[in-house]
């Protein structure tokens, strides 16, 4: 249950409250008693209230609180006295008629009543006569008259615009009552001749949220029936009305405005309840890191809602404890101090409170919040070689290859462009055989070979190589900007294939070169110089037409067959054989080379005619047919041709003969 800590010990008006309030600017502070579980209920035992001794029909008498721990609950008010008190959904306490209140105590029981669960609760109320000096001082309060003046034309009143203006009410939110709580009484001049019923209108009175004000109709006492709350509604605007007991309308209207005064009833709450900052490594003093932010429900214009930012607490506290200073304004958090290392402190966490009344401890309410600050990494440490040498080897003839791993070690933070090395070749390497790529993963550099060595003639390496990051480093850094080693490689010598000299070797020859002569030597040699002496023997792999042999130890090609030029198997007057050379070296290994014999035309064909036969039909008109020769040799063995008819049978001269045409194109024809 809370109280309001520095409240007058007895109730005083509240026009004089509200003075008192303004003047002296004092907070009212309110202070519960905490780890209390919540309980359904009515919070007190017995409500009080004084009133005057005539009560009338619909008058608000008092205003009970009752307390639900859920929300979905649904209950219902109703009173021991149905006849004389009936209580509304709110817990507003009207009287049932109208009625005079007797000397001493009235004293009846409210019920609450949950629809749903019929559970059941029940509080004493005890009505007492308002005292003689609390009436006295009741006459005293402000009355608010209806502006008019009178024009005597035949006895009826004219009125007048309002040409002044009322000043507002105000009235502190959060009142602890009692309620209904007075404010003003309304009143017309004309009240001593007229019977007059008074009302207000309005958002609050008639219009919602309503029932918050009330007026008595007959003495036009304007009271507030429940505490305000400035951060729901700042400010009413009424109408209070006149009228005759016909309901004819008296005075003009005239504006009430009700202010609700501010009470310091609202702690800052920050926008976030953790915020994200970051700043460089490095950074100087000055530098802007981040800014927080509180809001406060009260008034931004009075203390209540004017906030102040400190910072409470730094973790860790190296280098040191007040790394960062706040605008306690603006929330502004910037550096204050010197050696912001993340290779040492990668995150500091701060305690932000803020505070309002402008930041007084001892009135002002207080929430926290935590700001994380992450210091970025800057590129303020090199990469260096883990070692001087680097050792590496590489078979011979292998390509794509990596050779040897380069690792360095970078203090910055893994994967940004001030962690990621980068290799190059500084020397060693001037036919470029090797190439450094960066392993994204583990930023070695990997020394891999891109053409082929040759241990005859490379046996070792000895390659320079630079390390260096992708960003320069940053201003003011006392290191070298890159790392430097030395990598040996070492050429491992592998059993090579022989090699024929040369690979493709051309013979020129006559065709018609018998079996068993020799034509040509055909041997390979062994690149492998400095390994153990291997033997090199010779076999056929491919010989189309089988017209060679190879000797297995000397590689002498000998002939098996006739060399025909003529073959199926010579292109181009070309003939190819391959052959192999094997050595008996671990693994064995072979190489291929191709001999082409070039054959030269011999003529060893003799022509064909073609057609080789034709046929003809006998008529009284002679008879022809063209013919011509073929001959599988070439020039000069192949052409010109000579016809002639053969001597026998003699007939064959007596009736046919043969014509030149043109070239080797003849006419034969009958006589």
């Known amino acids: 249950m809370c109280r309001i800590a520095g409240a007058p010990p007895r109730i005083l008006p509240p026009l004089l ?24 209920g009515f919070p007190e035992d017995v409500y009080n209230a004084v009133i005057s001794r005539g009560v009338h ?14 929300k ?10 149905p006849s004389e008190f009936r209580v509304s959904e709110d817990g507003v306490v009207y009287a049932a008629k109208s009625f005079q209140i007797s000397p001493g105590l009235t004293e009846f029981l409210l019920y609450a009543n949950d629809k749903e669960t019929q559970e059941k609760w029940q509080v004493a109320v005890k009505l007492a006569l308002e005292p003689e000096d609390s009436v006295k001082e009741q006459k005293k309060m402000e009355d608010i008259v209806f502006p008019r003046h009178q024009n005597k034309h035949i006895g009826h009143l004219r009125r007048q615009k309002r040409d002044w203006v009322i000043p507002p009410i105000n009235l502190p939110e959060n009142s602890r009552g009692p309620f209904p709580q007075e404010l003003v009484r309304i009143r017309s001049d004309r009240d001593k001749s007229l019977s007059l019923r008074y009302s207000v209108t309005g958002p609050g009175a008639d219009q919602p949220p309503t029932g918050i004000f009330i007026i008595n109709p007959i003495s036009g006492q304007l009271s507030v029936t429940k505490p305000l709350d400035r951060e729901q509604i700042a400010s009413f605007h009424l109408r209070a009305h006149a009228v005759d007991v016909n309901g004819n309308q008296v005075e003009n209207p005239i504006d009430i405005v009700i202010n609700v005064i501010d009470m310091n009833d609202n702690r800052p709450e920050f926008l976030h309840q953790v915020w994200n900052g970051s700043v460089p490594e490095g950074s100087k003093p000055g530098t802007y890191v981040m800014t927080v ?3 406060d429900a009260d008034d931004p214009n009075q203390l209540n809602g004017m906030l102040r930012y400190r910072i409470l607490s730094q973790a860790p506290s190296t280098p040191s404890p007040s790394m960062f200073t706040i605008n306690n304004e603006t929330g502004d958090i910037i550096t204050v101090a010197a050696g912001l290392d993340r290779e040492k402190v990668q995150q500091y966490t701060l ?5 309002d009344m402008e930041g007084n401890p001892t009135y002002g ?58 290799y190059r070749m500084t020397g060693g390497d001037p036919t470029g055989r090797f190439t450094i790529n960066t392993d994204p993963n583990s930023n070695d550099g990997l020394v891999t070979v891109v053409k082929p060595i040759d241990f005859e003639t490379n ?9 260096e990051n992708q960003v320069p480093l940053a201003k003011g850094i006392q290191h070298p900007p890159q790392s430097t080693a030395t990598v040996s490689i070492t050429v491992i010598d592998v059993n090579e294939s022989p090699i024929f000299v040369p690979v493709t070797k051309l013979v020129r020859q006559e065709e018609g070169l018998l079996a068993g002569k020799v034509l040509t030597s055909f041997t390979a040699q062994d690149p492998d110089r400095y390994m153990q002496q291997t033997t090199l023997r010779y076999s056929k792999l491919s010989d189309p037409a089988n017209w060679l042999k190879i000797d297995s130890i000397n590689g002498q090609v000998t002939t098996i067959g006739v060399l025909d030029r003529e073959s199926p ?40 005619v073609d057609p080789q036969e034709a046929t003809t039909c006998q008529t009284l008109q002679p008879n022809a047919t063209n013919i011509t020769a073929i001959d599988d040799d070439i020039d000069p063995n192949a052409g010109p041709f000579a016809f002639e008819l053969p001597h026998h049978p003699s007939s064959v001269r007596n009736n046919w003969t043969i014509i030149r045409i043109s070239g080797n194109v003849h006419w034969f024809f009958d006589k």
């Open 569 to 608: 198997h010579v292109k181009n007057n070309m003939y190819n054989a391959t052959f192999l050379a094997s050595d008996n070296g671990i693994p064995p290994m072979s190489g291929t080379g191709t001999l082409q014999i070039y054959l030269l035309d011999i003529n060893d064909n003799a022509p064909r």
């Open 57 to 70: 029909e619909g008058q608000p008498l008092l205003n009970v609180r009752f307390r639900s721990c859920e």
């Open 459 to 467: 046996r070792m390496f000895v390659l320079t190589v630079a390390a």
């Open 351 to 355: 305690i932000i409170q803020a505070t």
């Open 72 to 81: 979905s609950r649904k209950v219902s008010f109703e009173s021991s006295a």
């Open 17 to 40: 409250l509200m003075v008192l309030a303004a003047l002296q600017q004092a907070p009212i502070k309110a202070t519960c008693e905490e780890g209390t579980l919540c309980k359904t």
């Open 365 to 422: 309410l207080s929430n926290t919040a935590t700001a994380v600050i992450t210091v970025t990494d800057v590129n303020d440490n090199p990469p260096e070689f883990t070692a001087m040498i680097f050792y590496g080897e590489v078979p011979e003839n292998r390509v794509d290859v990596t050779v040897a791993n380069l690792t360095v070690t970078d203090k910055d933070q893994p994967h940004t462009p001030a962690w990621n090395a980068m």
């Open 293 to 295: 932010t509180a809001i």
